[in-house]
């Protein structure tokens, strides 16, 4: 089962990311993301995916588009990786992303 959480406070957001980030899951979840990180926009947004199992470039593609949605002018930080996904991430997209582990 994936899942996409999105919790929001006054000064952030966090993302909370579980199972596979697929086709399906970010089809299912896109529209509803990007609404509720608008509203307030946070100046940090934090990627926990502690429980992510797998993703795919729609995956990815799903994770630069808020990352680049924030650039301008917020901190983007990706936490707590899976080893597959870690690799994927920082050898194919290390120069769009700042991460911490």
């Known amino acids: 089962m994936s899942a996409i959480e999105v919790q929001t406070k006054d000064d952030g957001a966090l993302i909370k990311l579980t199972g596979r980030l697929d086709t399906e899951c970010v089809a299912q979840n896109w529209s509803a993301v990007f609404l509720q990180l608008q509203r307030p926009m ?5 990627v ?8 795919d470039g729609a995956g990815i593609a799903f ?3 808020i990352q680049r949605s ?3 002018h917020k901190v983007f930080i990706f936490f707590s990786l899976c080893p597959s996904c870690s690799s ?9 992303i700042d991460f911490k582990e």
């Open 42 to 46: 946070p100046d940090e947004i934090t």
């Open 48 to 55: 926990d995916a502690s429980g992510l199992e797998n993703l």
């Open 63 to 65: 994770l630069l588009s």
């Open 70 to 72: 924030q650039e301008d």
């Open 88 to 96: 994927w991430l920082k050898y194919g997209y290390r120069f769009m």
